[in-house]
């Protein structure tokens, strides 16, 4: 027998208002993007672009080497989620389903490194990569970031749930602790290798610090710290700047609306909100 639940009229009206908080600055970036300058300068300013002009995406493509920001940060993307993807499984693997010595305790140091602002490693990642002679490059991007705690964390919930008598079954089979885990474990928490694909993915997108310190020519940057440069220091072309944002926004809001029940499905099941 199914339980049908009732919806109550202030559902709506929330869902609607948290709606509209979230959509009202993408749809001012947007409106922003189709002006002219001096629309962007006017007193009080226009909601509605009046008329509509390109302008500000072609200047984007006149300033910049968009096509190649784009492509290092496809590049340093695919190349972060497979790195994270690969060392966060095994780490997991090992704390979840071997349970090495000392699992416990490094459980804790990983929960107690999520609290750690990330911020505080980058003269450290810095001293690093400039020791293995790596700056200014595109591995430089994607390396110190391979290894992440909340990833390592996250599959270990996910693996947790595998069932023993299946790993037991594979040992008895002689199969290596590798092997399990790239045809038993791995399929079984795919929902949780596409969570964290999806957030490792979003991650480097809106990555903007990092690359600042680590490289130094505009062809080894990503999008972030490319639109940056947009920002005059004195004067600023916002429409100019919002066109941009709205180019760098784009494959992600495609790549979500392909894969739009993948996502849904894979975050419902992670617990992720």
């Given at each position: 027998m199914m339980i049908q639940y009732r919806v109550r009229w202030w559902t709506y009206v929330l869902t609607a208002v948290v709606g509209l908080v979230i959509l009202v600055p993408f749809a001012w970036m947007v409106s922003t993007a189709l002006m002219t300058t001096s629309q962007t300068l006017q007193v009080p300013p226009n909601v509605i672009p009046s008329p509509v002009t390109l302008d500000g995406a072609r200047e984007v493509f006149n300033r910049l080497p968009f096509a190649t920001l784009l492509w290092n940060t496809v590049i340093v993307s695919i190349g972060r989620v497979i790195g994270t993807v690969v060392i966060c499984s095994m780490a997991a693997y090992a704390l979840?389903?071997?349970?090495?010595?000392?699992?416990?305790?490094?459980?804790?140091?990983?929960?107690?490194?999520?609290?750690?602002?990330?911020?505080?490693?980058?003269?450290?990642?810095?001293s690093i990569i400039t020791s293995m002679g790596l700056t200014d490059t595109l591995v430089a991007l994607a390396l110190p970031s391979l290894f992440d705690v909340f990833g390592v964390f996250l599959l270990y919930q996910f693996f947790r749930g595998v069932p023993r008598e299946l790993i037991e079954a594979a040992r008895i089979d002689g199969a290596s602790h590798l092997r399990i885990l790239a045809t038993i474990v791995v399929p079984l928490a795919r929902s949780g290798i596409i969570s964290l694909a999806i957030l490792t993915t979003l991650a480097e997108w809106k990555e903007l610090l990092w690359p600042i310190v680590v490289n130094r020519s505009i062809e080894k940057m990503t999008l972030g710290p490319g639109i940056a440069l947009l920002r005059g220091e004195y004067t600023t072309d916002w429409n100019v700047l919002m066109a941009a944002g709205v180019l760098a926004a784009l494959p992600m809001i495609v790549i979500f609306l392909i894969l739009q029940k993948r996502f849904i499905a894979s975050f419902a099941r992670s617990g992720l909100k």
């Open positions: 979840a389903i071997i349970k090495v010595p000392g699992a416990k305790i490094i459980l804790v140091v990983i929960l107690a490194l999520l609290m750690v602002p990330g911020d505080i490693f980058i003269i450290p990642g810095y």
